[in-house]
């Protein structure tokens, strides 16, 4: 029995799957293809997208697909690490997000709703709460949502994308309106769900190997 995880031929099983469930094989792999394609986004930005999702699933396969599918494709390294810092702001987004869910049922509240759009503003208690901490998210979350190599427009696709694998409905919301008002489409938003979908699904998919690894010792 190898100590040893993960390893970059451990994909080569993945046809394995191929013979073992045939239908959903192809059909997977064809939802992957057509939700990477060239379309009203780029193929790079697509994959830049799928980057900083993989970074959020935590598959170290698919990071390394696609961060070599980005650089084919003539992603700098610079652009490659803000879709990074971009996903590392998202996911940390999404856990103080979810804080306020922390606050409400510390406070008892009885509402049977567990989100609602005006629960956002117990956000702000956290400033009184550990406030050191939230100034140096906030100063994160700024910085990583910043213009640089990647436009605005562009990191605002790829936390619409983060945010729908992260779970945060406060985070959809927050990031598909600053979309909108950055001129982003709803075919282009689609788009971008789309990759995340495909990724989140094909962390599922790549760890299949670790699976048949384990069957079969």
Known sequence: MSDILYKKSNLKRLKELSKLAPETFQAFN????????????SKKLKELIAVAVAHVTGCPYCI???VGNAKKLEASKEEISESIMLATALKAGSSMAHGINALNAFDNIEDDELYKSSY????????????EAFSKF???DKAAMKSGLLSSKEKELIAVAVAHVTGCPYCIETHTKNAKKLGVTLEELAESIFVATALKAGSAFAHSVNALNAFTE
């Open 138 to 140: 906030g100063e994160f």
């Open 64 to 66: 390394e697909s696609h």
């Open 120 to 131: 956002r503003a117990r956000l702000k208690e956290f400033k009184d709460l550990s406030p």
């Open 30 to 41: 064809q939802f992957d293809q057509a939700a990477l394609a060239e379309g009203v986004l």
